[in-house]
Structure formats: structure tokens, C-alpha cells
């Protein structure tokens, strides 16, 4: 495995690791690595005559997904739109690996963390079953994309959680893959919820595997943008909002409190909000938790937010200004290439400006030592 360089104070240039970065989910593969059983029903690229361009089909989804936005890093902001794209026309980096470390250095970035783009709303799915064969079948391609670059690109599995014993043997399974950590849906498929005890045993395995666990944006159903009041780009406001509920519950459910080691990822929710969350988190614990009612903590709930919540972000001025406010070990830098909010190709630019009033050793955290030391790398 190639070693990065250390970073030096008088360093005025950092290459960094990209904490969340995305792949576009090629049209084979959900078709070519699923279960049979499901083959027919695979999510799949279909042309859209009507848009002139291709669509993502996936069953249970009320509308064909348009492929523009899923792929429009770089673009001028008037250039971007929901469909009329063909596959072909995408960032060919999203799919085919041998082209992706080309446009991570036009970026100026040492390594990423590869999280899906279809894979993203499957999570949101009702289908179990078929959840399942999905993820298992993203989880062989991903497989295929990451091992072009292992020193490079770095791969999270994802988990459809149909019980928690079946969950613990999907993290041996990612484990064996070589992935680095577990992108989890924002609901699991049981009848009770990720701050149940029964749980442990899942948190448990998570500690012992090395492997860290993920909530990215747009996965909990909640934050989807389907029912928006007002104009449509008032979605953008909300799309945090299922990340920090599954911090709640954690928290208050006590999740931390009984597995006092487990890493949770907050991804591309920010984190400029985290400051008065944690307040606000104190003040009802403290004023209304004997009738609201939650576990009774041993720390006061900002405690385990600094300690066991992890944070991305592409460009966030305030985070930036709030450093002190948080924990600078726990905020993680990210380009979220090649997605329509991702900093690519002027990522540099971006952290010129926002990180030029932080200490040389907050910009190393953050743009490398802390997504190093959570994945263990080398």
C-alpha cells in the first residue's frame, strides 16, 4: 500500500482524502451481479425518447431517476437539470475506474471514499428482499471498481439489515471484501429500531471488525424531498434532517453509552449545524427527559456527539468558523465528486479560501489524519 506523505505546519498545499465520493452505478451493475432470482427485476438504464436522454429504473420508485444532476461536478449552475443526459455522456470516472485516478488528480486529491449513487435510494426501499439482492450486487461490482486503485479508492458495503444476525454476517462478508466501513440504511428492515438492544450484538461487530458505520443524506425516506412545501429547491434545507434524527436516537437511545467505542458517519449533512444541536440536545435532556422520556446517560449527550459522531462536508463556511465549537478530530473533509454539489475540479480553491483561517494542525485533521485514522489506513 502506497504510504502518504506526512503533512508539515509550513505545508500551504494538502492533497486530501475525500471522505465521500460517489460512484454513477453503470448500466451492468445491478444486472450482471445480482442474484438471478432478481435479474429481471434489476435497477437498470433505460433510454427516456421523451427527455432525450437515459433514465435509472428502479422498481418501487414512483418515477424514472434522471441522470444530470447524479453527475454534474464541474458544471456552471445553470447547466445543471434533472434529465436529458445519456449514460455515455456522464463523468466517465463515476463508473470506469481506470479513468478515476486521472480526474483525482485534476483535483488534487490523494484517496477517496466511494459511496453509491442508485444505491443511495434503494436504501429508501420497503422491498427487503429486493433491497437485499441489490446491495449484495452493488457490493460484488464495487468490488471490481476498487480494486483498480486499493491504495486509492476505497470501498464501503452497503447492508439491507434484515436482522441483525444477517447484518452481522454482511459485515464479515464487507469485511472479506476489503471494504472499509458499512453504509447502513436510514430505517432497517426489522421491526425495531437501531437504538434497540438487540442491536448490540451489530455495534459489537462493528468495533471488532474495524469497520465504521455510515448514514449518508437522501437514505432515511424522511429526507427525500417528497413532500417539499414552497418552491422545489427548498428540499436542499431539509435533506439533513434524517441524519441528525438517527444521531438523536443513538445519542438519547443510548447506543453509545452501552458501546462507548463505535464510530458513526455523518455523511454530506454538513456540519455547521452541530454546535447549537449539541446545545439543544443538552437542554432537553437536561429539562425534559423524566417526561419526554430516554435513557438515563452517563455523559451529558454533546459528550458522546464529540466523541463518536463523525461529520463530512464539501464546502462549509460555518463548520469552518465553528471549529472550536466542536471537535476538530471528528470533522472530515469531502469532494463529493461527481454529484452536482461536489467541489471537483476546484476543490484546492474551496480549501484555500475556507480552511485559511485554521491551525496547520486542523487542516491536517481534517483533510487527512481523521478519515486516516478511522479507516486505519496505512
Same mark, same amino acid.
Given at each position: 500500500?502506497?504510504?502518504?506523505?506526512?503533512?508539515?505546519?509550513? &505545508?500551504?498545499?494538502?492533497?486530501?482524502?475525500? *471522505?465521500?465520493?460517489?460512484?454513477?452505478?453503470?448500466?451492468?451493475?445491478?444486472?450482471?451481479?445480482?442474484?438471478?432470482?432478481?435479474?429481471?427485476?434489476?435497477? #437498470?438504464?433505460?433510454?427516456?425518447?421523451?427527455?432525450?436522454? !437515459?433514465?435509472?429504473?428502479?422498481?418501487?420508485?414512483?418515477? @424514472?431517476?434522471?441522470?444530470?444532476?447524479?453527475?454534474?461536478?464541474?458544471?456552471?449552475?445553470?447547466?445543471?437539470?434533472?434529465?436529458?443526459?445519456?449514460?455515455?455522456? =456522464?463523468?466517465?470516472?463515476?463508473?470506469?475506474?481506470?479513468?478515476?485516478?486521472? +480526474?483525482?488528480?485534476?483535483?488534487? %486529491?490523494? *484517496?477517496?471514499?466511494?459511496?453509491?449513487?442508485?444505491?443511495?435510494?434503494?436504501?429508501?426501499?420497503?422491498?427487503? +428482499?429486493?433491497?437485499?439482492?441489490?446491495?449484495? $450486487?452493488?457490493?460484488?461490482?464495487?468490488?471490481?471498481?476498487?480494486?483498480?486503485?486499493?491504495?486509492?479508492?476505497?470501498? @464501503?458495503?452497503?447492508?439491507?439489515?434484515?436482522?441483525?444476525?444477517?447484518?452481522?454476517?454482511?459485515?464479515?462478508?464487507?469485511?472479506?471484501?476489503?471494504?472499509?466501513? %458499512?453504509?447502513?440504511?436510514?430505517?432497517?428492515?426489522?421491526?425495531?429500531?437501531? &437504538?434497540?438492544?438487540?442491536?448490540?450484538? @451489530?455495534?459489537?461487530?462493528?468495533? !471488532?471488525?474495524?469497520?465504521?458505520?455510515?448514514?449518508?443524506?437522501?437514505? *432515511?425516506? /424522511? !429526507?427525500?424531498?417528497?413532500?417539499?412545501?414552497?418552491?422545489?429547491?427548498?428540499?436542499?434545507?431539509?435533506?439533513?434532517?434524517?441524519?441528525?434524527?438517527?444521531?438523536?436516537?443513538?445519542?438519547?437511545?443510548?447506543?453509545?453509552?452501552?458501546?462507548? +467505542?463505535?464510530?458513526?458517519?455523518?455523511?454530506? *449533512?454538513?456540519?455547521?449545524?452541530?454546535?447549537?444541536?449539541?446545545? #439543544?440536545? &443538552?437542554?432537553?435532556?437536561?429539562?425534559? #427527559?423524566?417526561?419526554?422520556?430516554?435513557?438515563?446517560?452517563?455523559?451529558?449527550?454533546?459528550?458522546?456527539?464529540?466523541?463518536?459522531?463523525?461529520? /463530512?462536508?464539501?464546502? !462549509?463556511? /460555518? $463548520?469552518?468558523?465553528?471549529?472550536?465549537?466542536?471537535?476538530?478530530?471528528?470533522?472530515?473533509?469531502?469532494?463529493?465528486?461527481?454529484?452536482?454539489?461536489?467541489?471537483?475540479?476546484?476543490?484546492?480553491?474551496?480549501?484555500?479560501?475556507?480552511?485559511?483561517? =485554521?491551525?496547520? &494542525?486542523?487542516?491536517?485533521?481534517?483533510?487527512? +489524519?481523521? %478519515?486516516?485514522?478511522?479507516?486505519?489506513?496505512?
Amino acid at each position: 500500500m502506497t504510504e502518504l506523505s506526512p503533512i508539515k505546519a509550513a &505545508d500551504t498545499r494538502i492533497d486530501p482524502i475525500s *471522505a465521500d465520493s460517489h460512484i454513477v452505478e453503470p448500466p451492468h451493475c445491478y444486472v450482471d451481479f445480482i442474484d438471478p432470482a432478481y435479474r429481471d427485476r434489476a435497477p #437498470r438504464v433505460v433510454p427516456h425518447p421523451e427527455s432525450g436522454g !437515459d433514465k435509472y429504473f428502479i422498481e418501487g420508485f414512483p418515477n @424514472l431517476i434522471g441522470l444530470n444532476s447524479l453527475a454534474a461536478a464541474g458544471k456552471a449552475p445553470e447547466d445543471i437539470r434533472v434529465e436529458g443526459d445519456k449514460f455515455s455522456e =456522464l463523468h466517465r470516472s463515476g463508473w470506469d475506474p481506470k479513468f478515476r485516478l486521472a +480526474d483525482m488528480d485534476t483535483d488534487g %486529491v490523494a *484517496a477517496e471514499f466511494i459511496y453509491p449513487t442508485i444505491g443511495m435510494l434503494i436504501c429508501n426501499l420497503q422491498d427487503a +428482499d429486493y433491497k437485499n439482492a441489490c446491495m449484495k $450486487a452493488y457490493n460484488r461490482w464495487l468490488e471490481t471498481y476498487v480494486g483498480e486503485a486499493p491504495d486509492r479508492i476505497y470501498g @464501503l458495503g452497503q447492508t439491507a439489515v434484515r436482522s441483525v444476525e444477517e447484518a452481522i454476517a454482511d459485515f464479515r462478508a464487507i469485511k472479506d471484501q476489503g471494504f472499509k466501513g %458499512v453504509m447502513m440504511p436510514g430505517y432497517p428492515s426489522t421491526e425495531f429500531d437501531y &437504538d434497540d438492544p438487540r442491536f448490540d450484538p @451489530l455495534w459489537q461487530a462493528s468495533i !471488532d471488525m474495524g469497520l465504521p458505520i455510515s448514514f449518508h443524506i437522501l437514505t *432515511a425516506r /424522511t !429526507d427525500t424531498g417528497n413532500n417539499v412545501r414552497g418552491t422545489p429547491i427548498n428540499f436542499f434545507q431539509g435533506i439533513i434532517r434524517g441524519c441528525q434524527d438517527i444521531i438523536g436516537m443513538f445519542i438519547y437511545g443510548g447506543v453509545f453509552d452501552r458501546n462507548p +467505542d463505535l464510530r458513526l458517519v455523518c455523511v454530506e *449533512a454538513d456540519a455547521g449545524w452541530a454546535p447549537h444541536y449539541m446545545y #439543544r440536545m &443538552d437542554h432537553a435532556y437536561n429539562r425534559h #427527559r423524566y417526561w419526554r422520556k430516554c435513557a438515563e446517560l452517563s455523559k451529558m449527550p454533546s459528550e458522546f456527539f464529540l466523541e463518536n459522531v463523525y461529520l /463530512t462536508f464539501q464546502d !462549509d463556511f /460555518t $463548520a469552518l468558523r465553528s471549529v472550536d465549537q466542536m471537535n476538530p478530530r471528528r470533522l472530515m473533509w469531502a469532494s463529493d465528486f461527481p454529484h452536482s454539489d461536489s467541489t471537483w475540479p476546484w476543490s484546492q480553491d474551496v480549501i484555500a479560501e475556507q480552511f485559511a483561517e =485554521l491551525t496547520a &494542525d486542523q487542516r491536517r485533521w481534517i483533510l487527512r +489524519d481523521n %478519515v486516516r485514522e478511522l479507516y486505519n489506513l496505512a
